[in-house]
């Protein structure tokens, strides 16, 4: 990047932080965002009338839910590109979890569109709202090394382990595997809860003694709190583990390998969706496995 200069779409619970941690570093940040309640106490981001106003930045970062609303929302940039093209080594960063094969696809609109001067990175992230507010985000990068080296300083403002994982696509690909571990995991668990409070234990306690055993994860660490608690309040709606499962199991179905425990956690996400439960916390699964049980929770602890 020859400019501290970037564009930024999507202001939600997590781009809305990384933004900010971009400005906060020193970079100039211009953003769009649907609504206006989100540019609300975001200090050092300016504001951007359309996406397509960005076209000349550097940069461009997509913080969107999926490929198809990047698609949609870059559209009238493509077509300013189209009549014009941007400068060389023009970089479209998509950070949201998306299709490995469909961000490529997306490479290739992009180069097209741009006459050559503007390649898609893709960077998915993990680490959450808490690691998006303190700036610790995993970033997980498909680029080619002289692409991903020049942004490796935008990265760094939002990210304290940065990872180049291969060309186009191996960033989406990372992530997949990342949320075949965080769905499994947190299903897991939120059985194992499901399966203790019936059983008269303490959830809290069996999940203080398990950190300290071999079962101890960071995903106990993070989302065990909320699981015994009950706590199903959004930090990232659950309804994505569904989006992001069905990645693994399409990229796993393109090299022929079996993928036993992601088949099941589709199944019982897709049933998290079918109850409504969409739009909460990925905590609220537990709550999916008590609506499937055939009796009520215990009310009382064993001693």
């Known amino acids: 990047m020859t400019s501290k200069r970037v564009g930024f779409v999507g202001l939600g619970l997590m781009g809305a932080p990384m933004a900010a941690n971009i400005a906060k570093a020193g970079w100039g940040v211009i953003a769009w965002n649907r609504s206006d309640a989100a540019f609300t106490g975001l200090a050092g981001v300016g504001r951007a009338a359309a996406v397509a106003d960005l076209r000349d930045e550097d940069a461009i970062i997509f913080m969107l839910p999926d490929l198809p609303f990047i698609e949609e929302a870059s559209a009238a940039l493509l077509e300013s590109w189209r009549s014009e093209p941007p400068k060389p080594g023009t970089a479209v960063v998509v950070m949201s979890s998306v299709s490995p094969t469909a961000v490529q696809r997306f490479g290739e609109t992009v180069r097209q569109a741009s006459d050559g001067n503007a390649a898609v990175v893709d960077a998915p992230v993990s680490g959450g709202t808490a690691g998006a507010q303190s ?116 990229s796993a179905e393109a090299v022929g390998s079996a993928t036993p425990l992601a088949t099941a956690a589709i199944g019982l996400y897709a049933e998290l969706k079918r109850q409504g439960l969409g739009d909460q916390d990925l905590a609220v699964v537990r709550q999916t496995i008590a609506n499937l049980s055939r009796t009520p929770a215990a009310t009382s602890v064993s001693k």
């Open 135 to 250: 700036g610790t985000l995993a970033i997980m990068v498909g680029a080619a090394e002289p692409d991903f080296e020049g942004l490796r300083p935008l990265f760094e403002t939002m990210g304290s382990t940065v990872r180049r994982m291969g060309p186009l696509g191996s960033g989406s690909l990372a992530k997949a595997c990342n949320q075949l571990i965080v769905g499994t995991t947190t299903a897991a668990l939120a059985e194992a809860a499901e399966l203790a409070e019936r059983s008269g234990m303490d959830v809290g306690a069996l999940f203080e003694v398990l950190s300290g055993g071999l079962a101890g994860s960071r995903v106990l660490e993070n989302v065990g709190p909320r699981l015994a608690a009950k706590d199903y309040a959004p930090t990232g709606p659950a309804k994505f583990m569904h989006k992001d499962l069905g990645f693994v199991l399409d």
